[in-house]
């Protein structure tokens, strides 16, 4: 089925380990992004790419790096992890006028 | 900037009763507006949309108007039903702008 996949769907790592996140999308949209999810703080806004090879910084990029090589992929970097990172992690793609669609998410802790 | 505040939660029902969840927001020009739904361990799923000022946005029997006097988009629905407990999340894009803004969200617990 078409839509935004995420792997892994469950993460634990060290503080301090560094991993990725993988997000890819085969609907041809040009917009991504990544959002972290915590209790009642709704979505934030990390990354966002508006095109392969164009990304930007959202509300929380700090400790973070996107890249987008292509259209289809989106990979969210964690470059030291620490527990305030420890989050539930959603990929999002979109075209102009629609409506987002998200992936299913990635928890992420960290200890 | 843009924003979005919504009805804190939680929000606890009894089947068949009627459910409104309130949302105002903040910004200029004019933005679309969306409400998303989040059932238990999944993601987000777009529930409705309104793209202009008066637009009626429905789905599953929830309804939202944009109204732009008094910048909200109300979510309202006349008879809910246990599947619909969930987060709920209210968000916005601006005039030429694919960002998002959410809402905190809230959550709604229905019972049989």
């Known amino acids: 089925n078409a839509g935004v996949t995420q792997t892994p769907k469950f993460q634990v790592l060290k503080t301090g380990q560094s991993m990725t996140l993988q997000c890819a999308q085969d609907m041809n949209h040009e917009y991504m992004s990544w959002y972290r999810q915590d209790p009642g703080m709704g979505l934030r806004l990390i990354h966002y790419?508006?095109?392969?090879?164009?990304?930007d910084q959202g509300e929380v990029p700090n400790g973070y790096n996107v890249s987008r090589s292509t259209t289809e992929d989106f990979p969210l970097r964690l470059l030291s992890a620490a527990p305030s990172q420890t989050s539930v992690y959603f990929c999002?793609?979109?075209?102009?006028?629609?409506?987002?669609?998200f992936g299913s998410g990635t928890r992420l802790t960290v200890v | 900037g843009n924003s979005v505040t919504q009805m804190e939660g939680p929000v606890t029902l009894s089947e068949e009763a009627f459910l409104t969840i309130n949302c105002t927001y903040t910004?200029?020009?004019?933005?679309?507006l969306f409400w998303y739904v989040q059932y238990p361990g999944e993601g987000l799923q777009l529930l409705l949309k309104?793209?202009?000022?008066?637009d009626k946005g429905s789905n599953k029997g929830f309804e939202a108007t944009y109204r732009k006097e008094t910048t909200s988009f109300h979510l309202e629905k006349g008879s809910v039903q246990v599947s619909d407990s969930a987060v709920y999340f209210c968000a916005l894009s601006g005039s030429n702008d694919y960002k998002l803004s959410f809402g905190a969200g809230t959550t709604v617990t229905v019972r049989a």
């Open positions: 999002a793609s979109s075209r102009p006028n629609y409506g987002y669609t």
């Open positions: 790419s508006v095109g392969a090879g164009i990304t």
């Open positions: 309104a793209t202009k000022a008066d």
């Open positions: 910004a200029t020009g004019y933005p679309s």
